[in-house]
DNA sequence: AATAGGATGATCTAAGAG
DNA sequence: CTCTTAGATCATCCTATT
């Protein structure tokens, strides 16, 4: 393929654009797009390696065959020929950076060959020589990242080459708009920054109101009518909105009119036309065929992501296996390396979808530990590890309450029917709550009234309560939970860790047997050892299951906030005369790709990273920050993300 | 170290419609 | 009978304050 038609393929994609979506995290980009009709995951833009026309080029190329390529229009349509010759003209350095790949011979040359690199991407060239003046041209990483800090600063996206090209045919904007705002899985900054700046794709309306606004003169509704159209709502469903509610109506409450509006609509549109149900909200006569049709695509692509019951996953050892036992991988994301990913199953809506799509698209496999263990843990797992030729962990540890604790069997009351334990969490029931319930019991004779009972019943399954003597109930102790969690007795004790660590800890923990289950496979595979990244470690749940089940580990590298879990893995690691080396670190935040570099090379590559990103923010029990995906901690996700895309670089 | 502090979304249930 | 629906019930890798 020649750098001309990578070229042409270029603008004839920018023109198809139909979506077109980003998320910043720390130096880099992850986006897709919509082609024709069909949604592209493109994946990951990498500083400094690959640019954005280029990647979506070889992408095309990749997957679209060659009589498709072949059919595509390449020179008839005026528009691609006209936005080609505009940018460059405008930027004739632009050109020359899309086309040329030789290696810059003077640095001079390389100056300006790195500025046209990054005002192709379409940032401003003040931001960029300011970057580059202040960082030297030695470090495109460096650059990237120091641009996109400016560019949040200023408020202003970076301007896609698709915005600069301006295609300006009729009813493209309109869709463009539209579009973002359909983007639920946007959070609203993003949105805003991202529409911010398109002044050319805001309707005459809305410019109207924007200068009506400068003059203050602006009425209740007309304000209303403003704020809803600059978070990207169409202005034609927000006017319908206000006239069905009422003028009087919050904006909250025209927001979640209008949602549910859109949401109705979609489901219309999925329906064939005969079983249109009446309950249009806003008319569906006003849109666009174009706009109905792309809604209709959208809606099959969003389909979201529901759990499975009985939440098995691609099967349990004690139960039969669902009916579907194959799936296949797309081919980016086999591997090795494998990657595990591990998260709680009941987020907040959206949020396995946004993660799915980050790892490839790859469908979660949800199973709850009570398969496992006599404790419930639901947990969504993305891997692309074989799903035949499990086997689980021996001992089988034990699966209700009675065979966990035996002795609790003599105080257990009859009105008590509970077999297995709720998910073991970070925090344990006050001793005011197990006092209050000896009280309780303690004043009736025998079998304590039904309204009672239902109390107790109520508080010993949100606590995970157990009785140990007559009308006693306790918290668990923390052997039990490692017990119950798979972990060696003591793996968290001492060390000077607290009590309330230890269950800190512990609550935040792999359940042993469910994961080891899913790594069994890798015992074939890697019959001399492997090499695993473990990020989040916490207390190495995924370290020992990899030990438990007879795999050996030759180097771990361990990726932990926490001082007290650094020091808890490695001192499992030494009590168990492990060969291999551990490291550990610190921040996933600075684990870069020149560490990811110089420990590949240094350890010859790794076979598994593994890790559950944090799920305080995506919780239930969470009462104060459960943000979803975009919270302070669990966004950290984003890096298990990034460095697994770094590993799957340096690996090749 | 102890204590108190709800909200979201899945699942269960029963009533109602066809 | 099946299917839909609304309401009830249930579970939840937690945080701020003291």
Redesign the pocket.
């Known amino acids: 393929m020649t750098m001309q038609r990578v070229r042409s393929l270029y603008w004839v994609i920018s023109d198809q654009w139909r979506r077109w979506c980003y998320s910043l995290r720390e130096g880099f980009l992850s986006f897709g797009f919509l082609f024709e009709e069909e949604e592209f995951r493109v994946g990951v833009w990498r500083s400094g390696v690959k640019w954005l026309g280029v990647l979506l080029a070889e992408f095309l190329v990749a997957n679209v065959s060659e009589g498709d390529i072949s059919d595509i229009d390449w020179t008839s349509d005026e528009e691609s020929e006209t936005n080609l010759e505009a940018v460059a003209s405008a930027n004739p350095t632009c050109t020359e950076t899309i086309v040329g790949n030789e290696e810059a011979s003077s640095s001079n040359a390389a100056r300006s060959k790195m500025i046209g690199h990054f005002v192709g991407m379409g940032f401003a060239e003040k931001l960029v020589l300011k970057a580059i003046d202040e960082n030297g041209e030695g470090n495109p990483d460096l650059i990237l990242s120091c641009i996109l800090t400016f560019s949040t600063l200023e408020e202003s996206p970076p301007q896609q080459l698709s915005t600069n090209s301006d295609p300006c045919s009729s009813g493209y904007n309109e869709n463009f708009l539209n579009d973002l705002s359909d983007m639920d899985s946007w959070s609203e900054d993003e949105l805003e920054v991202c529409l911010k700046g398109n002044d050319a794709y805001k309707s005459e309306k809305h410019k109207m109101l924007l200068s009506l606004a400068e003059s203050g003169s602006l009425s209740e509704k007309e304000e209303k009518l403003l704020t809803l159209a600059n978070m990207g709502y169409a202005l034609e469903d927000v006017e319908i909105a206000l006239e069905r509610c009422g003028p009087e109506t919050p904006v909250d409450d025209l927001l979640e009119f209008i949602r549910v509006a859109q949401m109705a609509r979609e489901e219309d549109c999925y329906l064939p036309e005969d079983d249109l149900?009446p309950k249009h909200i806003l008319s569906g006569s006003s849109k666009s065929k174009k706009r109905k049709h792309f809604e209709m695509k959208k809606n099959v692509i969003e389909e979201?992501?529901?759990?499975?019951?009985?939440?098995i996953g691609f099967g349990v050892p004690s139960m039969q296996p669902p009916e579907r036992v194959h799936r296949s991988l797309p081919q980016e994301a086999k591997g090795p390396p494998y990657f595990y990913y591990?998260?709680?199953?009941?987020?907040?809506?959206?949020?396995w979808d946004t993660i799915s799509r980050f790892l490839y698209d790859i469908e979660p496999e949800f199973v709850?530990s009570?398969f496992f263990s006599a404790?419930?843990?639901?947990?969504g797992y993305i891997h692309n590890l074989p799903i035949e030729n499990r086997f689980p962990l021996v001992p089988l540890p034990p699966l209700t309450i009675q065979q966990a604790f035996p002795l609790s069997k003599r105080w257990w009351p009859s009105w008590d029917p509970?077999d297995k334990?709720?998910?073991?969490?970070?925090?344990?029931?006050?001793?005011?709550?197990t006092?209050r319930i000896r009280t309780v019991l303690e004043r009736s004779d025998g079998d304590p009234p039904e309204a009672i009972q239902?109390y107790i019943?109520?508080q010993c399954?949100?606590?995970?309560l157990v009785w140990v003597g007559r009308n006693k109930v306790a918290p668990l102790e923390p052997d039990e939970v490692e017990m119950l969690l798979g972990f060696p007795k003591n793996h968290t004790r001492g060390g000077g860790i607290?009590?309330?660590?230890r269950y800190?800890s512990l609550?935040?923990?792999?359940?042993v047997d469910t994961v080891a289950y899913h790594l069994s496979v890798l015992k074939d595979i890697f019959p001399h050892g492997i090499n695993v990244l473990s990020l989040?470690s916490?207390i190495g749940g995924a370290e020992v299951a990899l030990h438990r089940l007879g795999i050996k580990l030759k180097n771990v590298v361990s990726i932990e906030k926490s001082k007290a879990n650094r020091d808890i893995v490695r001192s499992w690691w030494e009590q168990t005369n492990q060969t291999g080396t551990l490291i550990d670190f610190d921040d996933v935040t600075l684990f870069d790709s020149a560490r990811v570099e110089q420990l590949t090379s240094t350890i010859g590559g790794f076979d598994l990273v593994v890790?559950?990103?944090?799920?305080?923010?995506?919780?239930?029990?969470?009462?104060?920050?459960?943000d979803?995906l975009e919270g302070?901690?669990s966004s950290l996700f984003y890096d298990y993300f990034r460095i697994l895309d770094l590993v799957k670089i340096y690996r090749q």
Do not use: H, Y
Not at 461 to 464: L, Q, S
Not at 611 to 626: D, E, H, M, T
């Open positions: 149900k979201s992501i529901r759990l499975p019951n009985p939440m591990e998260n709680v199953a009941l987020t907040p809506k959206g949020v709850d009570k404790c419930a843990r639901k947990r509970r334990l709720n998910c073991i969490q970070t925090a344990i029931a006050s001793a005011k709550l006092e239902r019943m109520e399954r949100k606590w995970n607290s009590r309330t660590d800190k609550g935040n923990s792999f359940q989040f916490g890790g559950g990103s944090p799920c305080n923010n995506l919780a239930g029990s969470n009462r104060v920050s459960r979803g302070k901690e």
